[in-house]
């Protein structure tokens, strides 16, 4: 797989960033998925609004603004030559504040920012979707700005760990009796025929995938409140699915080894998870991508 590094294209294998870059040492930095298909990326501006909301929330200054052309063809790059111009990816950036000696407080400025991109291949968990699949719940032990998406991901990998030792796909964080979100994607349930979710604040991330699920619902005329889901009303949801850039629409069917509704994926789900495969997509089609 190819890397973009500080300004070159070099083989992942072989890129190396500095021990003293504060990615490495602090967590300090933020990164972005964004999905790709048949080499196309999927919504663009909204991945790049987002990761320059980070960069100005982390006060990390890029010594030139990443235009969506430059992201684009830093992107078209590294797909061509990792041959993954063809089905399902991911394009990854990060941005760290740089390499400085290790102090808390921010380095001298104009301490360049470290700027690394790659892709991967996806490979959907089409089989899981179908039958649907299990999670736990689990306390967000998480800060308070969980809008910025930053590399400081250990509550996430421990949630997500939590989860794969008993055999789930993802954990339900819980904050003061209520759901906030997943190690990865957002949650979303039914509830008395309603969509519910986290609103978007300090304590989610506001999910790009989420945005387009919720606007597909309201278009079918499914009522949606983005309101959250109380814990003691995790056993009363009809259904329950997560929403994410790696995720799509993923039907959760038992939580906490408790059925969710009939133990399948639920109707509104089913609908849900078809009309966000036809939106990706007809956005990633040839002659409707801005790409
Ligand atoms: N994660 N919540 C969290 C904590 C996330 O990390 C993500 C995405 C989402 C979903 O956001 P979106 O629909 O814009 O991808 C919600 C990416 C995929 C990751 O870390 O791999």
């Known amino acids: 797989m190819l890397a973009y590094l500080n300004g070159q294209f070099l083989p992942r294998s072989t890129a190396t960033i500095s021990v003293e870059d504060r990615g490495f040492v602090f967590g300090d930095g933020v990164y972005e998925v964004w999905r790709v298909v048949n080499g196309r990326l999927f919504e663009s501006e909204?991945?790049?609004?987002?990761?320059?909301?980070?960069?100005?929330?982390?006060?990390?200054?890029?010594?030139?603004?990443?235009?969506?052309?430059?992201?684009?063809?830093?992107?078209?790059?590294?797909?061509?030559?990792?041959?993954?111009?063809?089905?399902?990816?991911?394009?990854?950036?990060?941005?760290?504040?740089?390499?400085?000696?290790?102090?808390h407080q921010f380095p001298a400025a104009g301490t360049p920012p470290t700027v690394y991109a790659t892709v991967n291949r996806l490979n959907p968990p089409e089989e899981?979707?179908?039958?649907?699949?299990?999670?736990?719940?689990?306390?967000?032990?998480?800060?308070l700005r969980c809008d910025i998406k930053t590399i400081q991901l250990l509550p996430n990998v421990f949630a997500k760990?939590?989860?794969?030792?008993?055999?789930?796909?993802?954990?339900l964080m819980i904050r003061d009796g209520v759901v906030t979100e997943?190690?990865?994607?957002n949650v979303v349930g039914v509830?008395?025929?309603?969509?519910?979710?986290?609103?978007?604040?300090?304590?989610?991330?506001?999910?790009?995938?989420?945005?387009?699920?919720?606007?597909?619902?309201?278009?079918?005329?499914?009522?949606?409140?983005?309101?959250?889901?109380?814990?003691?009303?995790?056993?009363?949801?009809?259904?329950?699915?997560?929403?994410?850039?790696?995720?799509?629409?993923?039907p959760i069917v038992r939580v906490d080894d408790r059925p969710v509704g009939d133990g399948t994926p639920g109707p509104i789900t089913t609908r849900l998870v078809k009309e966000f495969r036809a939106y990706l997509d007809?956005?990633?089609a040839p002659a409707h991508s801005t790409s």
């Open 46 to 103: 909204r991945h790049l609004e987002r990761l320059e909301f980070g960069l100005r929330e982390l006060r990390i200054a890029l010594a030139e603004r990443l235009s969506l052309p430059t992201i684009e063809s830093i992107a078209e790059r590294l797909l061509r030559e990792s041959a993954l111009t063809t089905g399902e990816a991911t394009f990854y950036v990060e941005i760290t504040r740089g390499a400085a000696p290790r102090a």
């Open 128 to 143: 899981l979707r179908a039958r649907g699949a299990s999670a736990i719940t689990m306390p967000d032990i998480r800060w």
């Open 161 to 171: 760990q939590a989860a794969a030792e008993r055999g789930a796909v993802d954990a």
């Open 182 to 185: 997943g190690s990865h994607a």
């Open 191 to 250: 509830l008395d025929g309603v969509i519910r979710t986290h609103p978007t604040n300090h304590l989610i991330l506001p999910g790009i995938t989420r945005a387009i699920v919720l606007d597909l619902a309201r278009g079918l005329g499914v009522p949606v409140s983005e309101k959250p889901i109380a814990e003691r009303d995790i056993p009363r949801l009809e259904e329950v699915f997560l929403v994410g850039t790696t995720t799509d629409v993923m």
């Open 282 to 284: 007809a956005s990633c």
